[in-house]
């Protein structure tokens, strides 16, 4: 029988099938070839089948150690692990010097994820057959499942000490260090991902590998430019080799970092080239989708992701990146649904799982304070403690109350004025990208000869009417309470205005502000405010850009309050906003022109404010800011205005008030 035995030791086991039946036809009792027989057919495909040939053998030779552990195989082959566990933990100690057995059982336990009673097995299996590669690849891959195991589980440490242990056995072994440089990958450790990348190059085709994964890690990095640079060297290179699939793989990483390069039209060009040669494929799709959600196309991006779920359910490109889409198509149920599909596949998945922690922590109930302190050169000082809540009732529904409490005096005639301004408001989606929110309120007032009451609103139309465009329509009634001498002529405003904003996909953005105001000392306003700005970097983020403004009141009341007849102003400005560390950003801004009131001379304007936030906890976050202004005000051209703060914002639950009820939503059926 030897010839059979070839067939069993070379995989070639369709042959074997038929050699051993030829066998039995002739000795139907050969207690070999039967077992042989059953190998041959289980492992060409029909376990259930060899399971039973094996089962009849083990009546007649019950105790049999070959026949046991070719019964208990049989289980493995089917993948039917639950089974074969007791059979095995059984078969060991009954035969606990047999590799055999010891063996079967580590892979068993490996197979169900019991990993580190699978090490402590196949070490048994190693110490009976120190030389035997089976058991030390075996090892290998137990060392693969667990320390992905802790990977899942944010465990990183962990895992990076499992996979190191692999090179002990198998030196700079490639699958360790591809999940090596994965899990740098995973937490950000740029350098470590891109020097573990290198140690993987060891040929044409794995340098091609190694190039695409240091590609992404620049990318993570934040270094675009020589993650394209990169990318385009690979895409080059695969060209040499006749490698189907990395050639997909390589123009895959090209054309992502041309998207994060903004170099979306030869984007484009590219995906559709490819989409015309080789049509619905998944990883071209999820370029197309990529390419919409950096371009704000979001429909588009939803539409591909759907066409990706409808080839392959459980892709998680598919499920994850149509929750973004959804999420940034302001679609919040579904976009809840799809991250929580992306879990019934991939278990504690961190991408997918801090998606759904950002959900609920948008929804989360919170309180802020808000505290100031201003001081002007016209002898103005004031004291400002605002404290608000923002409680979330449902994804489209919402309510606000806000207490303020302001004093303010001039240490010049010792005038003095307090105010308390209370309101309540509800914001309410009425479709997605179009929310109508409305405050209303009380302000009470009182200064040395005045003790007065006046109603606040502020009602707004907030919409997304088209891609990259934002367009709010607002009504206003306030108490003009600059200091205390306006305090005192109780002065109600009523603005009638909208804002529009226009961006690009090349950077380029245009701000606009139209208001006109009604005043109860008869008086009204127009304003206009336009920004020309141009995003230079994404970080940090550069902003920078020219401001118009344009005001003008019908009468002039200079006595009283700064009124001009015409006021125009141009200015250049600069907006700076990075991270310091993971919890703690920055910003700075200034601007610096030209103002001209009526016909007098042209006078240099000055702002500037800068600030520090950092976030002590994902609940709890704070941050102190300054500015500094000599812009013409409310009072009068020429004055210096400046203020410092303190603003701290608290999650005061830990999920959203209407959590148990989302979570009825978004079961999956």
């Not at 006021?567 to 200034?590: C, H, N, P, W």
């Amino acid at each position: 029988m030897s010839k059979g035995f070839k067939f069993l030791e070379n995989g070639n086991f369709e042959n074997a099938e038929s050699f051993f039946k030829d066998i039995l036809e002739n000795n139907p009792t050969n207690k070999t070839a039967r077992l042989c027989y059953g190998r041959a057919v289980g492992l060409s495909g029909e376990p259930k089948k060899a399971n039973a040939l094996f089962s009849d053998l083990l009546k007649e030779y019950p105790g049999d150690f070959e026949v046991e552990i070719n019964y208990n195989e049989s289980y493995l082959w089917s993948k039917d692990y639950e089974s074969a566990k007791p059979l095995y933990k059984k078969l060991v100690a009954d035969f606990p010097d047999k590799f055999g057995a010891v063996l079967g059982y580590a892979n068993t336990l490996s197979n169900l994820k019991e990993y580190k009673l699978a090490l402590e097995w196949v070490d048994k299996a190693i110490s009976l057959d120190p030389k035997n590669q089976s058991a030390l690849v075996s090892k290998k891959y137990m060392r693969l499942g667990y320390a992905n195991e802790f990977v899942n589980n944010q465990q990183y440490a962990k895992g990076e000490t499992y996979l190191k242990s692999i090179f002990k056995d198998f030196p700079e072994d490639k699958d360790a260090l591809k999940n090596l440089a994965n899990l740098y990958l995973i937490t950000k450790s740029v350098d470590k991902a891109k020097r573990t990348y290198k140690r993987y190059a060891t040929n044409s085709k794995d340098s091609i590998v190694a190039l695409n994964g240091i590609a992404l890690a620049e990318h993570i990095g934040e270094q675009d430019k020589e993650a394209l640079n990169i990318a385009s060297k690979a895409k080059k290179a695969v060209l040499q080799l006749k490698d189907t699939e990395l050639t997909e793989r390589t123009y895959n990483r090209y054309i992502q970092a041309l998207i994060w390069n903004q170099k979306y039209k030869k984007a484009r060009l590219k995906i559709d080239s490819l989409n015309k040669a080789t049509p619905n494929r998944n990883w071209i799709m999820a370029l197309d989708a990529t390419l919409g959600m950096y371009t704000a196309n979001f429909k588009k991006s939803i539409n591909n992701y759907d066409r990706i779920l409808k080839n392959d359910s459980a892709s998680f490109d598919g499920n994850l990146g149509k929750a973004n889409a959804l999420f940034a198509s302001d679609k919040i149920i579904p976009a809840y649904k799809a991250a929580k599909q992306t879990l019934v596949y991939y278990k504690k998945q961190k991408d997918a799982s801090n998606f759904i922690e950002k959900l609920d922590l948008k929804y989360t109930p919170s309180v802020e304070e808000h505290a100031s302190y201003t001081f002007d050169n016209g002898n103005n000082t004031a004291y400002s403690s605002k404290t608000s809540a923002n409680l979330a009732l449902s994804t489209k529904f919402a309510s606000f109350f806000s207490y303020q409490f302001r004093t303010t005096e001039n240490t010049l005639n010792l005038n003095k004025a307090t105010s308390h301004v209370m309101t309540a408001g509800l914001e309410y989606k009425l479709i997605p990208k179009t929310n109508l929110k409305a405050l209303i309120g009380i302000n009470k007032s009182i200064s040395i000869d005045t003790d007065f009451s006046q109603p606040v609103l502020d009602i707004r139309l907030q919409t997304q009417p088209f891609i990259l465009q934002n367009l709010d329509f607002i009504y206003t009634r306030e108490v003009q309470s600059f200091n205390a001498d306006l305090i005192e002529r109780e002065i109600v405003m009523n603005h009638y205005g909208l804002t529009y904003n226009l961006g690009t996909t090349f950077n380029l953005g245009w701000y606009t502000q139209l208001m006109y105001t009604e005043q109860t000392d008869s008086n009204t306003r127009n304003l206009l405010f336009s920004s020309l700005y141009y995003n230079l970097f994404k970080k940090p983020a550069v902003k920078v850009g020219v401001n118009y403004q344009y005001l003008s009141f019908a009468n002039q009341v200079p006595t009283i309050y700064f009124s001009p007849s015409i006021y125009q102003a141009v200015e250049l400005f600069a907006d700076i906003r990075g991270k310091f560390s993971e919890k703690t950003t920055a910003m700075i801004s200034a601007a610096s022109g030209y103002q001209k009131v009526e016909k007098d001379p042209m006078t240099v304007i000055f702002r500037a404010e800068t600030g520090i936030q950092h976030e002590f906890s994902k609940r709890l976050n704070g941050s102190v800011y300054g500015k500094y202004s000599n812009i013409a005000s409310a009072t009068a051209a020429g004055f210096q205005f400046t203020e410092i703060g303190l603003k701290i914002k608290w999650l005061f639950t830990k999920k959203p008030l209407f959590y148990n009820k989302l979570q009825k939503q978004i079961a999956l059926k």
